[in-house]
């Protein structure tokens, strides 16, 4: 199916990025022809990925792959316990070995799409095609669309401050029922905060099985030994002594709003977590990734040039205020989340995170802040300072 040994396009990493616009591209008539070719280092055979998110709850485009979900979120800061409904969200969750699986067999119906198992080394865009460099070969591609996450280039910079949503999570199986099954912690900050954001975030399967991450917003990560030995401490204190780790998960996500975008060339589209479409307040990025796959396929379908196709938003401004205020405040992101939701209606909440609200809305949501902390900031951006 490639022209003149040229594939149409390549994808470097089969993570969560490529394989949601690989699924879209596949659904899509107009690319029944188009030659692919999906580069990745790793098997892909594990489950490295725990994804969460929420939606309607009536959506069921992901009903395959969801392993449970949950209709109501308990939000705990030192002062006070909120146990709220989201509906009419849900909030779900994918294991992502069971989805890594399903798109390996869907593909695998697919003659125009090639996958190997090769680690991309380097790439280079001459005026008609871009070279993909492995080991042993040298692929070449119409379009790059690149998911490999380049940490070096948020280091080498400072106008941006970069944060990690950093964590280690335990699946636990208790002897005792402990849990709500029906109600997912999203953030439970009775931890010591150590001058950082620190949390607990915990999914319950059933009464007794559980994910329990610890989980910190902060520029550098721990020792594992200290994650693990802070959820030790916790479930100790919730009185959780008889369990058996079944899994474990460990995982940073980056927190920026460094543009990724002005690395897309006009072959070259950066797509995923490299290219910047995780929400830099939260770390969230599965939806995201959804959404900018819906815009993408009608992109491509054009032809057009890569530079064209990312568009910033308002958002990106609460977020670059947020980032800016909890890098120079590390310590103060209990306090900030914790006026947030407790003034604020979940739902309202949800939708501002997804970027869905009303400027009103947003308004509203923005009031609850320390106005005096933000405006600092927002002068310091202005004048150009460094965060
Ligand atoms: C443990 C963990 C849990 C997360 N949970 C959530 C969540 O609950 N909700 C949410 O919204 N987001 C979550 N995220 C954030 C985000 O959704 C995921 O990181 C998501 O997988 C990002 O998709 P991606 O395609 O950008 O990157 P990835 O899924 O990481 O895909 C990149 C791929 O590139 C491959 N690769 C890297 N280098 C090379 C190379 N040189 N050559 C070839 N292949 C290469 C990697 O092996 C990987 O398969 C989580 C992240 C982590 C790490």
């Known amino acids: 199916m490639k022209k003149n040994g040229v594939y149409d396009f390549i994808f470097a990493g089969a993570g969560a990025a490529t394989l949601q616009i690989i699924g879209q591209l596949l659904d899509d008539d107009n690319f029944a022809t188009a030659s692919i070719l999906i580069l990745e280092r790793n098997s892909k055979k594990e489950n490295d990925r725990t994804w969460c998110f929420w939606e309607p709850k009536e959506n069921s485009s992901w009903n395959n792959a969801v392993v449970n979900s949950w209709d109501h979120i308990t939000f705990a800061s030192p002062e006070k316990i909120l146990h709220e409904s989201i509906s009419p969200f849900a909030y779900k969750m994918i294991r992502s070995s069971k989805y890594y699986n399903s ?17 991309v080394n380097s790439f280079d865009e001459n005026p008609d095609h871009v070279v993909v460099s492995t080991d042993n070969h040298n692929y070449k591609g119409t379009y790059f669309l690149n998911s490999i996450l380049d940490w070096s280039v948020l280091k080498r910079q400072n ?49 007794n099985e559980a994910l329990i991450e610890y989980t910190l917003f902060s520029k ?11 959820i030790r401490a916790y479930l ?21 709003c460094y543009p990724f975008s002005k690395h897309n060339t006009n072959r070259v589209l950066h ?25 993408l ?62 400027l009103r809305e947003e308004l509203r949501i923005l009031r609850s802040f320390p106005v005096g902390l933000f405006i600092r900031q927002l002068l310091l951006r202005l004048v150009g300072a460094k965060h």
Request: with cysteine; net charge positive; proline share 3%.
């Open 159 to 207: 106008n941006y401050p970069v944060l990690q949503q950093h964590f280690v999570g335990w699946y636990i199986k208790t002897g005792e029922a402990c849990f709500d099954s029906k109600t997912a912690t999203f953030m439970d900050f009775g931890v010591e905060q150590r001058g950082n954001t620190r949390f607990m975030y915990i999914l319950p399967l059933s009464k």
């Open 297 to 358: 396929i009608p992109f491509l379908r054009e032809n057009k040039n890569m530079r064209l196709f990312e568009k910033r938003n308002r958002f990106w401004w609460y977020d670059l205020l947020f980032l800016d205020v909890l890098a120079r405040y590390n310590h103060k992101g209990s306090f900030l989340f914790s006026r947030m939701f407790q003034r604020n209606n979940p739902v309202t909440i949800l939708r501002f995170l997804d970027e869905k609200t009303s």
């Open 236 to 256: 100790t204190k919730k009185n959780i002594r008889n369990y058996i780790i079944e899994e474990t998960e460990q995982g940073s996500i980056p927190m920026t």
């Open 271 to 295: 797509i995923g977590s490299a290219g910047g479409w995780t929400k830099a307040s939260t770390g969230f990025t599965f939806k995201f990734i959804e959404r900018k796959a819906k815009k």
């Open 220 to 230: 550098n990560q721990l020792k594992k030994a200290e994650y693990e030995r802070e």
């Open 103 to 119: 798109m390996a067999a869907r593909i695998g119906q697919f003659p125009n799409v090639d996958m190997f198992f090769e680690e």
